[in-house]
């Protein structure tokens, strides 16, 4: 049995030594896991003479040429290969070959450099690696454009030296931004979205300027400086959706002035939007409530066509118009100017053209017309202004020498023979005394009635009268009082103290009406109505309820010298004189006058806030007496404090009639006026309504009215 199954063996390994290789193929490669250098042994039918020398002539003309041999390994294989063993076996380390490969994602944008393993066949083509030679490969690969970091350039060298494969980002794509308008047409706003690009829009103010006009937006309002600012965001690479420009309708501009008095428009044109027209223009009126009572419709019609300046006065409300109060018209003169007689000498008496008017009984005296109602006025927005109507004044109830026509309640008429004085509102008809001269024969005069002087009136002496005094002649340093006219045909020479001492009596002249004469000089004058003078007044103090007049008639009209006040205003040739004497002209309400209006209204206030804490004091203690009817202390303090509001009520009543009666002065005065007809001299010293002014130099004539704080001068 051992011995046949010998022969079996033997003959089954005779069968498979002619069945199978009895030769091996040896083949090189690398472990891509450990970089060794590995022979693979397989078998083959080809017989190969297989020793140290024949492997590594293999070596030599393989692609591991430049492998790492372990001569040791190497023999050990010679003999494995002897030995027909099979399998892979390790000789060395294996030169790793290397190339790199650039690849661009678009979704990242990024470039990166892939260095990866190949066979020696395809290193051999790469070029040596380099600074120079991959900036060549990137330019002639069309990536020229990117942001390459020049250190990675560094790191891909070394890494291939080293034979290590590795995935570098070795830049990115540059991204650029163009703009893209938009236009929402319910905001009326245009907007600019800031957007990727890949390609370079080179964006500057031009091209910007260029894309708004393409699109036909370059007609918008832009704001300062927002296409810089869009321009600075899209250098900057910023995304988002900016707005920089509006589409704006022409808008108007409504101010009012002097309590809306007057109203002034001013129109900006439109950006890209509505022009200003009729339809336009009429809801802002509108919305304003500007009433189109007051528009100046010419004015207007320039704004619609673009002719108008910015802000210009379209609209003024109209002032209203007082009533006038009930007239009266004097049917007769005081005063007759007679043809003067020459005497046989051929001199002329002056005195005798001046006389009395003397009537008769049933002489229509003085007409009545009635008053009148005022017309409301309106400012800009039609708010109603209120007008005051006229007062119907009646006749003065007691008349004196006169009665109401029986047949025309308007009419005077005179009951008894005399002399007619002329009054506001009436006329009475007086007994008169006529006199030569009043001296040292006639005495001081004391009248009721009025008193003719065809002479002189001589120092020292006093007429004083309830009607006129009229005086021929001169009056010397005298008094007069009238309580309604004074007329002198010649003047008043009052006294210089320089000259005639601090004894020497004054010149005082006080009428209830007017003051006519042909001068005065150092004199006193007060007069219910005017002052008229032809020739001068020279330093004189003058006072007057309505107008001083100078120069009336042809007169030399000149005021210098002293005060001169009147409250509605004061008319003359000439105002000062050459050598610069100090003249003080005054008229409306002194500024004193307005101080103390402003110390009353002070004054009115206080006592109100007095009055209002001591009423609180009052109902706290009143409180306290009805929760304690017997608290007498309570009682006696209430009674005390309502004592006080008493007193305080009355005087605040006071106050207010007063601050009503300075208010009707003050828009009585308010229009007055200074008017010189030819010359000012420097030294005059002006106050209108408290605005003070002073003359420095010689001018020309003109009329100085009051502006806001301020003297104007009108030529």
Not at 473 to 486: D, E, F, R
Not at 526 to 551: L, M, T
Not at 559 to 582: M, V, Y
Not at 651 to 662: L, P, R, V
Request: hydrophobic share 35%; charged share 25%; proline share 4%.
């Amino acid at each position: 049995m051992a011995e046949t199954s010998s022969q079996q063996a033997t003959q089954c390994k005779q069968h498979q030594s002619r069945q199978e290789p009895q030769f091996t193929k040896v083949e090189l490669r690398r472990n891509p896991d450990s970089g060794d250098l590995e022979a693979n042994l397989s078998p083959s039918s080809v017989e190969q003479k297989i020793d140290t020398g024949t492997l590594n002539a293999l070596l030599r003309e393989s692609e591991f040429c430049d492998a790492t041999i372990d001569q040791a390994k190497l023999a050990t294989l010679v003999t494995q290969i002897a030995s027909n063993q099979r399998g892979n076996f390790v000789i060395g380390k294996a030169q790793p070959y290397l190339h790199v490969e650039f690849q661009y994602d678009p979704d990242s944008r990024l470039l990166t450099a892939e260095i990866e393993q190949c066979d020696r066949s395809t290193f051999i083509i790469q070029p040596e690696l380099s600074f120079s030679s991959l900036q060549k490969r990137i330019a002639d690969e069309g990536y020229s454009n990117f942001e390459i970091k020049t250190k990675v350039l560094g790191d891909i060298i070394r890494l291939v030296k080293d034979g290590q494969t590795d995935s570098l980002i070795l830049g990115s794509k540059p991204e650029y931004t163009r703009i893209r308008l938009h236009f929402d047409q319910e905001s009326n706003t245009l907007t600019a979205e800031l957007i990727a690009s890949e390609d370079n829009p080179e964006l500057n103010a031009e091209s910007l300027e260029d894309l708004i006009k393409t699109h036909k937006f370059d007609s918008f309002y832009f704001e300062p400086y927002a296409l810089d600012k869009i321009l600075a965001c899209a250098n900057k690479n910023e995304r988002g959706i900016y707005p920089i420009g509006q589409r704006k309708d022409a808008t108007v501009t409504i101010e009012y002035e002097n309590e809306a008095m007057q109203a002034f428009i001013s129109v900006t044109p439109p950006y890209g939007g509505r022009a200003l027209d009729n339809a336009l223009l009429k809801v802002y009126l509108d919305n304003e409530g500007v009433d189109q009572r007051s528009c100046d419709q010419a004015v207007l019609k320039n704004v619609l066509t673009g002719k108008s300046d910015e802000r210009i006065l379209f609209a003024t409300g109209a002032e209203p118009t007082d009533g006038c109060d009930a007239k009266f018209e004097a049917l007769i003169e005081e005063v007759i100017y007679k043809q003067p007689k020459e005497s046989k000498t051929g001199k002329i008496d002056t005195r005798e053209i001046l006389d009395f008017t003397q009537i008769e009984a049933g002489v229509k005296l003085m007409r009545r017309s009635a008053a009148t109602p005022g017309t409301n006025g309106y400012n800009v927005k039609g708010l109603v202004i209120p007008a005051v109507d006229g007062e119907d004044i009646p006749f003065d109830e007691n008349l004196i020498g006169a009665v109401v026509s029986a047949e025309d309640p308007n009419v005077l008429i005179s009951e008894t023979k005399g002399h007619p004085v002329i009054l506001p509102h009436a006329v009475k008809v007086d007994n008169t005394v006529s006199v030569n001269n009043v001296d040292m024969n006639t005495g001081h005069i004391t009248y009721d009635g009025s008193v003719l002087v065809k002479g002189e009136v001589m120092p020292g002496m006093k007429i004083k009268v309830t009607g006129d005094i009229i005086v021929q002649g001169v009056v010397t340093k005298a008094y007069l009082y009238a309580k309604n006219n004074i007329t002198i045909k010649c003047g008043v020479i009052g006294s210089d103290p320089t000259k005639d001492g601090a004894d020497s009596p004054e010149a005082i002249l006080k009428a209830g009406g007017d003051i006519f004469a042909q001068y005065v000089n150092q004199t006193k004058l007060h007069a219910g109505r005017d002052i008229v003078i032809k020739e001068y007044i020279s330093h004189c103090e003058c006072e007057a309820k309505q107008h001083v007049i100078a120069g009336e008639g042809g007169g030399k009209g000149r005021i210098f010298g002293g005060d001169c006040l009147a409250q509605e205003g004061i008319r003359a040739n000439s105002l000062g004189i050459d050598g610069g004497i100090k003249t003080n002209i005054t008229v409306g309400a002194p500024k004193a006058q307005h101080t103390q209006f402003q110390q009353l209204i002070e004054m009115h206030d206080n006592r109100q806030t007095q009055w209002k804490k001591l009423n609180g004091i009052l109902k706290k203690y009143l409180v306290a007496v009805k929760q304690n009817p017997g608290d007498i202390e309570k009682i006696n303090k209430a009674k005390a404090v309502k004592k006080v509001l008493t007193d305080i009520a009355g005087e605040i009543q006071k106050m207010e009639d007063s601050i009503e009666k300075i208010k009707k002065h003050f828009k009585k005065t308010k229009d007055a006026e200074i008017c010189v007809r030819k010359t000012t001299f420097p030294n005059v010293f002006m106050s209108i309504n408290g605005a003070e002014f002073q003359l420095r130099q010689e001018g020309k004539g003109g009329t100085f009215v009051k502006s806001g704080d301020d003297v104007r001068w009108n030529n």
